[in-house]
């Protein structure tokens, strides 16, 4: 008995040991090269669509539109919800993947170095789809080594956003915050700034760090990564000065913990959100608040411009959405044929009748949609309703940040890259680090990883 | 005289030697076979999804896998990347910290409910039921809740130290009080260990103390004479499951610092290793890495609970045991 059980044992072992050393599914080096893309020829099928909710009627009114274009032959099934990347992951490897993920435009570099998405040349030709239509900054976030892997859909700006009232009763101008004169927001930031028994009670100025150290470093002429995605710049002596005066702003209210602790308190997107209360004198947003801010507290005392560099031109960080095709996807041709529907001009327009109709009922504006289409953009903007002061300068200004984007390159290590920008401007923000210090040891781990993913990529998927 | 014994009824004379041998043999073979039959469920279940994926992780951890691609063996490449990880070193720092201070709290708070439970006579079982059932919240809205409790502004912690002139920390933002607030929030689930302390502090035989009693003993000599040597396997079995759970802590901290709500500040004083083992699986898809950790934070655990049993042998004290 016990001469069988150790052999049951062994030959379990072994079976696993052996199967433990070539059982991973590997996609090194992905392409499509089986799928005949052909924007007149009939489809069938099952399409699985993985990240995408279509949940609001701009979605839904573009979905019945693609589903219209794939034809009856395509049946299409929404696996809902934001695109979990280890689900993703998982199916992939296993063989099974989705036909086409709804990805954010940030994840697009690392999944493509991996192989996990395929590039998108043949079904860009194949189907007609006319990249020059997108907004370059979006376009340049989902093109890796020269290859598009992505069709870009959304588009997010910054606006600077402020309390009107508060900019009078301080003496302060909107031109003072907008970020064209960094000494005059940091002047502007200590007026507005109030405390109540040693409790910061109103926020001057929030320079919304870390996640917009990209927009400050490039406000002060500073790219972060090298446009071919292959060289850090996080030590850039602009991104050391913008990193050090962002933080300056926390600093000159007690520190960025109480103001954080401040800022999480608030109700964000309810009635007593940090404007309508009086506890917010500026900051930098993403332009979508615009309309939270509209529904919640229409009457709160807003101003809007666009966030401007040293130099007074507008500009914005562009992040947003991407339609891609992953490997081993069952059926490329529909996918590819969907991603072309759900971001053309047509399909956009169909969603901002929808949406204007809803707003409509509902006694609101239209404040328009930035769809990273940039002639669906030009179309939609002659479709906005009023809504009145301040509300029409916001959509306005929205437009104008549209068209002054920027976007970080593609690279095969973005999520480690973005990891070590944050780690340092934290520790900076928490006083653990000095900004210099803090960005060289950043530069260091961004670089190394840099280094090696494009190696890997180059090497076909394998470490040298 | 030997006198041969009768047959049983019903039954063939007894076989020669060697046939006996080889049907006990083969009864014994009948016996594993239905034994491995019946047992069969657990076994495939614990080779599918504990024993393989063990094994798997473990050769994981000697290649550089990114889920996608095959895996890229490369020795023990991992584990030395793993000493000159900075990022390591501070995690499982913050893991040692926060396992320590949580621990004994955690025994502490835990032992002085169940004595007042022990006390409470009828109203115990209701008192057991509020206990518990913070226990039952899953820990993703514990989390939340810890952002919400513990706001420095105006959180209710805060709120209630103000009542008596106590300014209280930024616990959420500030480095220095972010593992303190987080052991803190995590008294929330003490509940299961009262419920334990008080079922050991009620088999604890009365005559004891009566003795003891008898011999003069006070309350604290009571407690530390009968009460705790009584209790000690369940103590034991707390500090014991309740270090693993700490050095395994995730997802709270996760929820609070990490989470979707706080993608760009995650505050690093609440990167705990299994955080950090998670990011670098699934955020930097470095399967191999993180695999390597695992393994590392296994050793880590068996070596803690190997000193804990060795230090159990001169300390607790098991009914039916002699005495030490």
Redesign the interface.
């Known amino acids: 008995m016990r001469r069988t059980a150790r052999a049951l044992l062994g030959g379990a072992l072994a079976a696993l040991t052996l199967t433990a050393t070539g059982c991973a599914v590997g996609t090194g080096g992905a392409n499509d090269s089986n799928a005949q893309y052909d924007s007149a020829s009939p489809l069938s099928g099952t399409l699985s669509v993985m990240g995408f909710s279509g949940v609001d009627e701009v979605a839904t009114s573009r979905m019945d539109l693609a589903k219209k274009e794939l034809g009856d032959g395509v049946d299409v099934k929404l696996i809902e919800g934001e695109l979990d990347l280890q689900q993703f992951l998982s199916a992939v490897a296993s063989g099974k993947p989705p036909d086409i993920v709804y990805a954010d435009r940030n994840q697009i570099g690392s999944l493509a170095a991996r192989g996990a998405i395929v590039p998108l040349d043949s079904c860009i030709e194949g189907e007609g789809i006319d990249t020059n239509q997108f907004v370059p900054a979006a376009i340049d976030q989902v093109t890796l080594d020269g290859k598009v892997y992505g069709i870009p859909e959304f588009n997010t700006v910054q606006l600077t956003m402020a309390n009107s009232q508060l900019l009078d009763a301080a003496g302060v101008s909107l031109d003072d915050v907008n970020g064209s004169d960094w000494d005059a927001v940091s002047a502007a930031n200590k007026k507005l700034t109030k405390s109540d028994g040693g409790k910061l009670s109103v926020i001057g100025y929030d320079s919304k760090m870390p996640e917009f150290l990209p927009l400050w470093a490039k406000a002060n002429g500073a790219d972060l990564i090298s446009q071919d995605g292959k060289k850090a710049q996080l030590d850039d002596p602009k991104v050391v000065e913008a990193l050090t005066w962002a933080v300056s702003i926390y600093d000159d209210q007690g520190g960025f913990s109480a103001v954080k602790a401040y800022r999480d308190s608030a109700d964000f997107f309810g009635e007593g959100n940090q404007f309508a209360t009086n506890v917010l004198g500026a900051m930098p947003m993403e332009q979508w608040y615009v309309n939270v801010l509209n529904d919640v507290s229409p009457t709160a005392p807003m101003a809007f411009d666009t966030v401007r560099d040293k130099k007074g031109d507008t500009i914005a960080y562009a992040s947003g959405s991407a339609w891609a095709i992953p490997a081993g996807s069952a059926n490329p041709e529909a996918a590819c044929r969907w991603a072309k529907s759900m971001t053309s001009v047509k399909a956009w327009e169909a969603a901002a009748n929808a949406r204007i109709d809803a707003r409509t009922k509902d006694g609101k504006p239209f404040t328009g949609i930035l769809t990273g289409n940039a002639d669906a953009d030009t179309m939609i903007q002659g479709m906005v309703t009023s809504g009145g002061e301040p509300w029409d300068t916001a959509v306005k200004k929205m437009y104008e940040a549209n068209n002054n984007t920027f976007a970080l390159p593609a690279n095969p290590a973005d999520a480690e890259f973005t990891t070590a920008m944050q780690d340092a401007v934290n520790s900076v923000l928490n006083g653990q680090a000095k900004p210099e210090d803090a960005l060289k040891k950043a530069q260091k781990t961004a670089q190394d990883a840099l280094d090696k993913a494009w190696a890997k990529l180059d090497n076909g998927g394998k470490s040298s | 005289m030997t006198v041969a014994t009768p047959a049983a009824p019903g039954l063939s004379a007894p076989a020669p030697a060697p046939d006996r041998r080889r049907a006990r043999r083969r009864a014994?073979?009948r016996n594993?076979f239905s034994a491995?039959l019946f047992l069969s469920p657990w076994i495939i279940g614990f080779?599918v999804f504990t024993?393989?994926p063990l094994?798997?992780s473990a050769?994981l951890s000697l290649t550089?896998?990114?889920?996608?691609?095959?895996?890229?063996y490369?020795g023990l490449q991992n584990y030395r990347d793993l000493l000159q990880d900075p990022k390591v070193f501070q995690a499982i720092g913050n893991t040692i910290f926060f396992t320590v201070l949580q621990v004994p709290l955690h025994v502490i708070v835990a032992l002085s409910l169940a004595l007042l439970l022990n006390r409470a006579g009828r109203s115990s079982s209701f008192f057991r039921t509020m206990f518990f059932l913070p226990k039952m919240t899953p820990p993703v809205a514990v989390g939340i809740l810890f952002?919400l409790l513990f706001?420095?502004?105006?959180?209710l912690i805060n709120t209630v130290l103000g009542w008596f002139g106590i300014?209280g920390p930024?616990w959420?933002?500030?480095?220095a009080w972010v593992k303190p607030g987080l052991i803190l929030m995590s008294l929330w689930t003490v509940g299961a260990s009262v419920i334990i302390l008080l079922a050991a502090l009620q088999n604890v035989p009365e005559e004891l103390y009566e003795s003891a009693r008898i011999d003069g003993a006070g309350f604290w000599r009571q407690s530390f004479s009968v009460t705790l040597p009584m209790i000690s396997p369940a103590l034991f079995f707390i500090i014991v499951v309740n270090t693993i759970a700490g050095l395994q802590t995730f997802d709270e901290a996760y929820t609070a610092f990490f989470g979707a709500g706080n993608t760009?500040?995650?505050?690093?004083?609440a990167l705990f290793y299994v955080i950090y083992l998670f990011?670098q699986a699934?955020?930097?898809?470095h399967m191999g890495y993180a695999s390597a950790m695992a393994w590392v934070l296994f050793v880590i655990i068996m070596i803690v609970t190997a000193v804990q049993l060795l230090v159990s042998r001169r300390v607790v004290y098991y009914e039916g045991e002699g005495p030490k």
């Open positions: 014994r073979r594993l491995l080779v024993a393989w094994i798997y050769y550089d896998y990114d889920v996608i691609n095959d895996p890229n490369v952002l706001n420095g502004q105006n959180g300014t930024s959420t933002t500030d480095p760009t500040y995650g505050n690093d004083a990011q699934f955020t930097f898809l």
